[in-house]
């Protein structure tokens, strides 16, 4: 267990819907990254926020957003959902965001299937 | 922007025996490179890593071996175990953004 909670595990919707993934970090790391795993595309950065700020931006959709809470945790909502954004979404946390590099630790990930 | 290639995708060894996986990355200002092992219907979770500064690593059965000048590492397992079946990934940093190889499957058969 590395600390990372995610909810929910699973999430099934229609295409052009829109849901909301959660993260909670684990105690004391201050950013929070957001991935994605599909098949074809492998495990892809989408965005990273460090003490409520974006500081790293990836491949992630105009239709896709994230946002850190003060409390720390994270969401990440995708709107206008397509059939091709079922996939399963991670959330890493590592302790800070200074220029060494830090470990990040990764939940056990949300499964979305758009139908 | 970084682009790390990984082989084999698929790897099958006979438990006892080592397993290889190997990893090159594009930008040779990345100075982070950890792995990762991920299970079926779990998240990745971190195995072994070494930095930039550090030519090997290693840690009981596992170990990671980093080639600055060649811009490859790898990853070693030896005497393995069923248990070790699973995918691993390598990735590269620079900066706190983890670019991640495609995986390998690996499939210890007993």
């Known amino acids: 267990d590395s600390g990372v909670t995610q909810t929910p595990k699973h999430l099934i919707t229609a295409t052009g819907q829109r849901v909301t993934l959660r993260c909670s970090p684990r105690?004391?790391?201050?950013?929070v990254y957001w991935y994605q795993q599909s098949l074809d595309q492998g495990l892809q950065f989408l965005i990273q926020?460090?003490?409520?700020?974006?500081?790293a931006k990836g491949n992630i959709l105009e239709r896709f957003s994230a946002q850190q809470f003060p409390d720390l945790h994270s969401e990440l909502n995708l709107s206008s959902l397509e059939l091709g954004d079922s996939a399963l979404y991670f959330c890493?946390?590592?302790?800070?965001?200074?220029?060494?590099?830090?470990?990040?630790?990764f939940g056990p990930g949300t499964r979305l299937t758009v139908l | 922007g970084e682009n790390v290639e990984q082989h084999p995708s698929t790897l099958s060894v006979q438990e006892g025996d080592s397993a290889v996986i190997k990893c090159t990355y594009s930008?040779?200002?990345?100075?982070?490179f950890p792995w990762y092992k991920q299970e079926l219907g779990k998240g990745p979770q971190l195995i072994i890593d070494i930095r930039s500064n550090v030519g090997e690593k290693k840690d009981q059965r596992i170990a990671v071996t980093l080639n600055k000048t060649a811009k490859h590492f790898s990853l070693h397992i030896t005497e393995t175990q069923p248990e070790d079946s699973a995918v691993y990934f390598c990735?590269?940093?620079?900066?706190?953004?983890?670019?991640f190889g495609g995986g390998t499957r690996v499939l210890v058969k007993p």
């Open positions: 890493a946390s590592s302790l800070a965001s200074g220029g060494r590099t830090d470990t990040q630790y």
């Open positions: 990735a590269a940093s620079w900066g706190n953004k983890l670019t």
């Open positions: 926020y460090y003490n409520g700020e974006e500081r």
């Open positions: 105690s004391g790391d201050l950013s």
């Open positions: 930008d040779s200002a990345s100075n982070y």
